[in-house]
């Protein structure tokens, strides 16, 4: 229990690491929450700086949800992976270090599924992509592959605590976007391609 208790602080703390901030204000001299939305994530980071600069930060994102669901399994099996799933987000999404504010955590949330269960997955990224690439939204993506989720891993019969792991993901992903879907019904939400600054 205390080794879980401790790999669980480690993921969030891990989660709490903003690499949208980090990496916006030591290579751009740009504190990513003052500009756009003032969400320190890949989407504002591409409205604000461009697109190299947005996929080196989703990149990073994924890769610390991918890397300590990975870590869990190896140090605790399955139940241990699918708590630090939901830690390493939650830590992206209320970082300590940014005053319990953070991200929208969708990258990092990939980076757990993709640890967890990769073909649901690649079917989210697909679907993800085309609602982007349709609608120029990139919350309805997020939002479409967070509701998802957990209907996907009904479908392809997942365990139980599988299932209830991406309903808690949707949900905090759905939670973080609410002033998102506000705007998508006000029709004032911004689409992809719009540079702001």
Known sequence: MIKTIIFLIASYLV???????????????????RYGSGNPGSTNVLRVLGVKPAMIVFTADLLKGLV???L???FGGENLALLSAIAVVVGHDWSI??????????????G???GLFPKVGLILCIIGVLV??????????????AVLLPILLL???????????????????????RD?????????ENKLGQKVK
Do not use: E, Q
């Open 155 to 177: 479908i392809f019969k997942y365990p139980a605590k599988y299932v209830m792991t991406g309903l808690t993901l949707g949900i905090i992903a759905i939670y973080r976007h």
């Open 68 to 70: 300590m669901v990975l």
């Open 97 to 110: 270090f940014l005053g319990f504010k953070g991200g929208k955590g969708i990258a990092t949330s990939f």
């Open 15 to 33: 989660g709490s690491i903003s690499f949208a901030y980090l990496i916006c204000s030591k290579l751009y001299s740009t504190d990513i929450r």
């Open 132 to 145: 982007v690439a349709i609608s120029r939204y990139v919350s309805l993506g997020s939002i479409t592959a």
């Open 72 to 74: 869990g399994k190896f």
């Open 180 to 188: 998102n879907v506000k705007r998508l019904l006000a029709g004032k």
């Open 112 to 114: 757990t599924i993709i």
